[in-house]
């Protein structure tokens, strides 16, 4: 069996059964975003929306649908890969891989393109539910697909770091709670840093999900607050560092192998 | 060539537990081989090496001549292995836990379809083959997991205490596949705290005790060492000097005069050993086994051992 079918053939394997997983329990994965989009549109779009009136030129509930719409992609595709991972972990059944002929960077591809899966899945319905609220008509498609694409595998590998450090089931919220949230909340989902103080416009732009939440709003709306290629030069970059120490960790067998 | 070669395998964990000293450890091709050895003596420890889940501190392994530090895709390809754990995913069904190993090990879905059919239903697990493993009984959970193990055809199937916790019948019935198995030419390496279990499967045999291979044999050529039983003699009065009785060795026990040990090899007569005590006015009260075979036969060993050291 040549090298490369055999590397396809697990791969896939991994892909399927991520995508499985996340299909199988869809109560909770797919639903519960859903739902919360749907309140969020209701209560921020329609009901406090039409009192604070238009943004950056669009009315309220429009300007806040593609942060509304990434967010869940950047939740979804964090929590499809930590909870997956340590799962394995957790069960053990990870051995099933660690014994197979498969090369780490296999296994965290497989992993990643899980929890891009689910990211573009989750968005895609998201985007639905939006449309119930508020018409969207697409600026950049190429700016659309790429942005999500590259957000969704920047999240799977953040929730793959965090699964791999993670020794009880616990371990997989905190990064979520306290770092993530308040990151996506500051990251100019509901608002344009224009409105901030100099001091916090910033800090914000230290915070890496700002740029992520604003090409795609470019990409729906054609408006930013930042240069997208300085943008998209800066998500490649987390990726990469990400992609590498991820591939170190599994490289050392960090909490899998002793 | 053989089927698995350690030469000088060494593993400090973490926490500084020195778990192998050091092990040599030859099985030929076709062999059906016993690792033999009581509950932290080092065998887990030693099929997680060969497996990559356990990094080893030092030595070497090769599977069929793949070291498995530079060639661990083609070594990693050859073996099989049915963990001391249950560790598969308690949503997945029997088909789905076989069909993704098969995956991982490069199988095409078709083909992979194929040998699961087949494995399942050696292993009586057909019927159940959509229910979630989690549903199925302890002896099933384990027999899945050779399906699981033999899905790509390895050629070296290795065992950690496959029948540890398994109930009798279900153990001969293991037997006997594991048997079928090494008949058709998989090689088998078993790992067990029984000494029945390897000397009713296995040819060849090797002993780890703290780390150590204290005997690595033939299983024939072990078993001779254990034609000699040690017996606990109970006698109505205490005895100030041992009896001397040709052709039986007798041992006092230390702390107390009422007891003595015999050694009787195999084909000795006991009557024997009795009238000659009698004649010297000692009565048995009664008789026991010293200690099971396994014990007794760490005792010889480690004190072979020892003694060489000395
Ligand atoms: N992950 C670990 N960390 C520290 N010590 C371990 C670990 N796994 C096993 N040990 C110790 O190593 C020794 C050998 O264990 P093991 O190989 O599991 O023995 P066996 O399988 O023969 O019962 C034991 O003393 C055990 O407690
Ligand atoms: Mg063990």
Same mark, same amino acid.
């Given at each position: 069996?040549?090298?490369?079918?055999?590397?396809? /053939?697990?791969?896939?394997?991994?892909?399927?059964?991520?995508?499985?997983?996340? !299909?199988?329990? =869809?109560?909770?994965?797919?639903?519960?975003?859903?739902?919360?989009?749907?309140?969020?549109?209701?209560?921020?779009?329609?009901?406090?929306?039409?009192?604070?009136?238009?943004?950056?030129?669009?009315?309220?509930?429009?300007?806040?649908?593609?942060?509304?719409?990434?967010?869940?992609?950047?939740?979804? #595709?964090?929590?499809? +890969?930590?909870?997956?991972?340590?799962?394995?972990?957790?069960?053990?059944?990870?051995?099933?891989?660690?014994?197979?002929?498969?090369?780490?960077?296999?296994?965290?591809?497989?992993?990643?393109?899980?929890?891009?899966?689910?990211?573009?899945?989750?968005?895609?319905?998201? /985007?639905?539910?939006?449309?119930?609220?508020?018409?969207?008509?697409?600026?950049?498609?190429?700016?659309?697909?790429?942005?999500?694409?590259?957000?969704?595998?920047?999240?799977?590998?953040?929730?793959?770091?965090?699964?791999?450090?993670?020794?009880?089931?616990?371990?997989?919220?905190?990064?979520? /709670?306290?770092?993530?949230?308040?990151?996506?909340?500051?990251?100019?989902?509901?608002?344009?840093?224009?409105?901030?103080?100099?001091? =916090?416009? +910033?800090? #914000?732009?230290?915070?890496?999900?700002?740029?992520? +939440?604003? !090409?795609?709003?470019?990409?729906?709306?054609?408006?930013?607050?930042?240069?997208?290629?300085?943008?998209?030069?800066?998500?490649?970059?987390?990726?990469?560092?990400?992609?590498?120490?991820?591939?170190?960790?599994?490289? !050392?067998?960090?909490?899998?192998?002793? | 060539?053989?089927?698995?070669?350690?030469?000088?395998?060494?593993?400090?964990?973490?926490?500084?537990?020195?778990?192998?000293?050091?092990? @040599?450890?030859?099985?030929?091709?076709?062999?059906?081989?016993?690792?033999?050895?009581?509950?932290?003596?080092?065998?887990?420890?030693?099929?997680?090496?060969?497996?990559?889940?356990?990094?080893?501190?030092?030595?070497?392994?090769?599977? &069929? *001549?793949?070291?498995?530090?530079? *060639?661990?895709?083609?070594?990693?390809?050859?073996?099989?292995?049915?963990?001391?754990?249950?560790?598969?995913?308690?949503?997945?069904?029997?088909?789905?836990?076989?069909?993704?190993?098969?995956?991982?090990?490069?199988?095409?879905?078709?083909?992979? &379809?194929?040998?699961?059919?087949?494995?399942?239903?050696?292993?009586?697990?057909?019927?159940?083959?959509?229910?979630?493993?989690?549903?199925?009984?302890?002896?099933?959970?384990?027999?899945?997991?050779?399906?699981?193990?033999?899905?790509?055809?390895?050629?070296?199937?290795?065992? *950690?205490?496959?029948?540890?916790?398994?109930?009798?019948?279900?153990?001969?019935?293991?037997?006997?596949?594991?048997?079928?198995?090494?008949?058709?030419?998989?090689?088998?390496?078993?790992?067990?705290?029984?000494?029945?279990?390897?000397?009713?499967?296995?040819?060849?045999?090797?002993?780890?005790?703290?780390?150590?291979?204290?005997?690595?044999?033939?299983?024939?050529?072990?078993?001779?060492?254990?034609?000699?039983?040690?017996?606990?003699? *109970?006698?109505?009065? $205490?005895?100030?000097?041992? $009896?001397?009785?040709?052709?039986? @060795?007798? &041992?006092?026990?230390?702390?107390?005069?009422?007891?003595?040990?015999?050694?009787?090899?195999?084909?000795?007569?006991?009557?024997?050993?009795?009238?000659?005590?009698?004649?010297?006015?000692?009565?048995?009260?009664?008789?026991? @086994?010293?200690?099971?075979?396994?014990?007794?036969?760490?005792?010889?060993?480690?004190?072979?051992?020892?003694?060489?050291?000395?």
């Amino acid at each position: 069996m040549s090298r490369s079918r055999l590397y396809l /053939t697990a791969f896939s394997t991994i892909v399927i059964k991520e995508v499985d997983r996340f !299909t199988r329990i =869809w109560v909770q994965t797919i639903l519960p975003p859903a739902i919360s989009m749907a309140l969020y549109f209701l209560i921020f779009g329609n009901l406090i929306g039409t009192r604070i009136g238009e943004m950056q030129g669009f009315s309220y509930v429009k300007y806040i649908a593609p942060g509304l719409i990434m967010m869940s992609i950047i939740n979804n #595709s964090y929590a499809n +890969v930590v909870s997956s991972f340590f799962g394995a972990k957790f069960q053990k059944h990870i051995e099933e891989m660690l014994v197979a002929p498969i090369p780490n960077f296999i296994i965290l591809l497989g992993y990643i393109v899980g929890g891009v899966a689910r990211g573009m899945l989750v968005g895609l319905v998201v /985007t639905l539910v939006a449309l119930f609220f508020t018409k969207l008509h697409i600026h950049s498609y190429t700016i659309v697909i790429a942005v999500v694409i590259l957000t969704s595998i920047l999240f799977s590998l953040g929730g793959f770091i965090n699964a791999v450090f993670a020794r009880k089931f616990d371990d997989i919220s905190i990064i979520p /709670t306290f770092i993530l949230t308040p990151l996506i909340y500051l990251g100019g989902v509901f608002y344009s840093i224009n409105l901030l103080p100099e001091f =916090w416009q +910033v800090a #914000s732009k230290l915070n890496p999900i700002l740029y992520m +939440v604003n !090409t795609f709003r470019y990409g729906v709306l054609g408006v930013s607050d930042i240069n997208i290629g300085y943008a998209f030069f800066i998500i490649s970059v987390f990726i990469m560092i990400l992609f590498v120490f991820s591939l170190y960790l599994l490289h !050392t067998g960090k909490g899998i192998r002793s | 060539m053989k089927a698995l070669r350690i030469s000088k395998l060494e593993k400090t964990y973490a926490n500084g537990l020195h778990a192998l000293k050091g092990i @040599n450890l030859e099985v030929a091709q076709g062999d059906f081989f016993a690792l033999l050895g009581p509950n932290g003596a080092g065998k887990s420890t030693t099929i997680g090496i060969i497996t990559t889940l356990v990094k080893k501190t030092g030595g070497k392994v090769f599977v &069929y *001549d793949y070291d498995l530090d530079k *060639d661990v895709v083609e070594a990693k390809s050859m073996i099989g292995i049915v963990p001391q754990e249950i560790n598969f995913s308690q949503f997945e069904t029997c088909m789905e836990i076989v069909l993704n190993q098969a995956g991982y090990y490069g199988i095409r879905r078709r083909k992979a &379809y194929e040998r699961a059919e087949k494995y399942l239903t050696q292993l009586g697990l057909w019927k159940k083959r959509n229910d979630t493993s989690r549903t199925l009984s302890g002896g099933l959970k384990r027999r899945l997991m050779i399906a699981r193990a033999l899905i790509h055809e390895p050629r070296l199937l290795i065992l *950690d205490e496959p029948t540890a916790g398994v109930d009798v019948e279900l153990r001969r019935s293991m037997w006997q596949f594991l048997r079928e198995i090494n008949r058709q030419g998989t090689t088998i390496l078993l790992t067990t705290h029984y000494l029945e279990e390897a000397e009713c499967l296995c040819r060849n045999i090797a002993i780890i005790d703290h780390g150590q291979i204290i005997e690595h044999s033939s299983m024939k050529s072990l078993l001779g060492k254990l034609h000699i039983e040690r017996f606990v003699l *109970d006698l109505d009065s $205490p005895l100030k000097t041992l $009896p001397v009785i040709d052709g039986f @060795n007798l &041992y006092k026990v230390e702390e107390d005069d009422a007891i003595i040990e015999v050694e009787i090899s195999r084909g000795q007569n006991l009557n024997d050993l009795f009238s000659m005590l009698s004649d010297r006015g000692i009565n048995v009260i009664s008789m026991r @086994n010293k200690s099971n075979r396994l014990e007794e036969l760490f005792v010889r060993l480690l004190d072979k051992d020892t003694r060489e050291k000395v």
